[in-house]
């Protein structure tokens, strides 16, 4: 059996990634997002802004992100589904090179460990 290529497993993954440079200019959208992004464009979308894709308070948390370094992490629910929202900075050769978003459905009996 041959194994599967790193972007085919990537793009087939059961959570939205999508990538964007320092301008915010979308770079890449996994199967999942591009679905989920469908009435915005999809796949069409990589070259947008998104910024665009996003209301002006969601803006500054992205703007905080690059600038700061720290992610924005937090929890949505719409339409009775829960999703858990990673917004963090990606780095070439040390430096900020744009943002990355991943979003994953939880379900609603999600357990809890506290591991020490």
Not at 75 to 91: D, F, L, P, R, S
Request: charged share 25%; proline share 7%; aromatic share 8%.
């Amino acid at each position: 059996m041959v194994d599967p290529t790193p972007l085919e497993w990537f793009e087939q993954l059961p959570c939205s990634v999508t990538v964007c440079d320092k301008d915010y200019t979308i770079l890449y959208l996994n199967d999942r997002s591009a679905e989920v992004n469908a009435s915005d464009g999809g796949k069409a979308l990589v070259g947008k802004n998104m910024m665009d894709c996003h209301p002006p308070e969601a803006q500054v948390k992205l703007k905080k992100v690059m600038d700061s370094g720290r992610p924005n992490v937090y929890t949505v629910e719409k339409k009775g589904v829960k999703k858990m929202i990673y917004q963090a900075h990606w780095k070439r050769k040390g430096q900020v090179a744009g943002l990355v978003e991943i979003t994953f459905e939880l379900p609603n009996d999600m357990p809890h460990f506290v591991r020490t």
